[in-house]
């Protein structure tokens, strides 16, 4: 009794106010949160509504095509029930406003934004403490821009994705910074722009399922368990997008799964598990996947095919410092792919004419590296001393005709070609 005494005073003291997790909420004997939501009500169509600064109560349902500026000042906090803004109208913006506090449901997709309309403006806000942060569904031709996402502390399968886009078409992504969230995804979307992005310590900084001629460019993808991951997704481009440290027994920088028609262009991909993972892709026939000028660095395996697989064609990329540069899962090499003038740095031929090739071809030949390509659980002991010897011995006497991975009859001779 003493010890709820002694707390209802320093409850008192403080303000009547709780915390919940990093976010206040007001206590019961003191004033409610006014109502957010009667605010918009008063808002006539094509109104514009700048509320004086504070925290507001949510949830809140925007019906009707209306401006919200909330000058980086204002708080919705739905106090933990269901998602803190709905937006079922065209038309609307939404700007500057801190929205926390959402539900913690799957099912219903509790969120901070959750966007049914077209032609709206998301910009500026802050999402946090919010199972999901921006959920378009059926919405086409938006723009979600510049805002700052980070989900509910918790474990990273548990949290909801930073950004969904589900039937959604034409949209713009942009300039967001997201951490700590599961995913972002985009699903049966096509024809949108994701582009000048940065996300850190998520599961999938960006994942596609049947998604289309989507465009991903100039993000910066840190720390994340997997950078980019294409399934069934057909006609994507990606350029000019920093992907870094997709470590862990799952860390793919890009990855492709029964996807065709890919460009992938600039790309700094650095610091993974895995650089590339191809998985029956290009699936549809005569297709390709087409990797120009990108740098592959320092990752356990540059590129990883799946299988004995074709269809990819790499020119002008850059191999420097990865553990083992290509290989294949299950034996076999890819040799039915295309590799012309990319840069190998375990090149060890001349140039002697000193036209920027390598006067003989480079060869990639999987010694003792076949044991962990044909056996996975073999890869747990990769760079042991025991598989060193056993590959030094190899290549000084072959056991067997060691099984040729890839041919690039003109390799570059000097470092250049890549991305920067």
């Known amino acids: 009794m003493r010890a709820a005494a002694r707390l209802g005073r320093a409850l008192a003291v403080a303000g009547a106010l709780v915390v919940r997790g990093s976010v206040p909420v007001v206590a019961a ?18 109104g514009f509504l700048r509320p004086e600064p504070g925290i507001y109560a949510g949830p809140v349902v925007i019906g009707r095509a209306i401006a919200i500026d909330g000058g980086s000042r204002v708080t919705i906090d739905a106090g933990g029930s269901g998602t803190v803004v709905r937006i079922e109208a065209n038309g609307v913006a939404l700007r500057g ?4 506090g959402s539900g913690s449901n799957h099912d219903t997709v509790d969120a901070g934004i959750a966007l049914v309309g077209s032609g709206n403006v998301i910009e500026n806000n802050s999402i946090e403490d919010c199972l999901f942060g921006v959920d378009l569904a059926q919405s086409n031709e938006n723009i979600v821009r510049g805002n700052r996402i980070h989900s509910k502390s918790r ?3 548990m949290r909801g994705d930073a950004i969904r886009l589900w039937y959604s078409f034409r949209n713009q992504i942009l300039e967001n910074e997201i951490s700590d969230s599961r995913d972002v995804v985009v699903w049966y979307s096509a024809d949108n722009v994701i582009s000048r992005n940065r996300v850190v310590r998520s599961r999938y900084a960006l994942h596609t399922m049947y998604a289309n001629k989507n465009l991903v460019e100039d993000n910066e993808l840190l720390e994340n368990m997997t950078g980019i991951f294409l399934m069934y997704s057909d006609g994507v481009e990606i350029r000019r997008n920093r992907i870094l440290g997709a470590q862990g027994a799952t860390g793919v920088g890009v990855g492709f799964k029964e996807s065709s028609s890919i460009v992938l262009e600039d790309n700094d991909i650095v610091y993974c598990a895995t650089g590339v993972l ?6 549809e026939p005569d297709t390709v996947i ?6 592959f660095a320092y990752n356990g395996v540059g590129v990883l095919f799946h299988n004995d697989w074709h269809g990819s064609e790499f020119r002008d990329n850059q191999f420097v410092g990865n553990f083992t540069q290509v290989a294949v899962r299950g034996g076999g090499g890819a040799t039915r792919n295309v590799w012309s003038h990319n840069y190998w740095d375990d090149y060890e031929g001349f140039d002697r004419d000193r036209d920027g090739r390598g006067d003989t071809p480079y060869e990639l ?9 044909e056996v996975s659980q073999a890869a747990f002991f990769r760079a042991s001393p025991l598989l060193e010897v056993i590959d030094f011995l190899d290549r000084l006497a072959p056991f067997s005709d060691p099984t040729l991975i890839l041919r690039d009859e003109q390799p570059r001779f000097e470092r250049s070609g890549g991305a920067s």
């Open 278 to 283: 191809l998985d029956v892709s290009p699936y």
């Open 365 to 373: 030949r999987a010694y003792a590296d076949r044991i962990w390509m």
């Open 290 to 295: 087409r990797f120009e000028r990108n740098r």
């Open 29 to 46: 004997d003191a004033a409610p949160l006014r109502s957010f939501q009667a605010l918009v009500d008063a808002t006539p169509e094509g």
């Open 97 to 100: 406003l801190r929205l926390t």
């Open 155 to 157: 474990a990273t399968p």
